[in-house]
């Protein structure tokens, strides 16, 4: 029973991290879009508050969950499935984390990217969602 009360938060946590990390790269795009510096700031408070207030929590809290879920079934480990999603999750942080490092840009007004680069920037984490649920749900290798 406590296997699937975490896995329910696990996923709880995956829904909250992933509704970040597909609407932090779509204020991108309109920050990137705006002139006035009325625009400008609130993108920034936006931006900071939705990294920092959502985004990081949900990311430490799948964490925490998925690292609690492997330690009560320590057997899919010895799945190759399991091995892709790792790396699938691992470089989901790095992305998380270029996400930051964005942020942190457009808040000293140092962005040098168009709203273009950020409308396909902004699809990355879909191609992440499709994976990682493939291999989950599908369990292929």
Known sequence: MLYLWVKAF??????????????LPRLFVYHAQSE?????E??????????????GPAMVATLIFG???IYLAPGFLSQGWMHAKLTLVFLLIGYHHMCGAQVKR????????????YRWF????????????????????
């Open 10 to 23: 696990h996923i709880i946590s995956i829904v909250c991290w992933f509704a970040g990390l597909f609407y």
């Open 67 to 69: 690292g609690w879920l």
């Open 106 to 117: 457009f808040a000293r007004g140092e962005n040098t990217r168009s709203h273009m680069f």
């Open 42 to 55: 609130r993108f920034s408070l936006m931006e900071r508050k939705l990294y920092r207030g959502i985004m």
């Open 122 to 141: 902004n699809e990355v984490p879909v191609l992440f969602l499709l994976a990682i649920v493939i291999l989950v749900v599908v369990k292929p290798f």
């Open 36 to 40: 006035d510096s009325v625009s400008k």
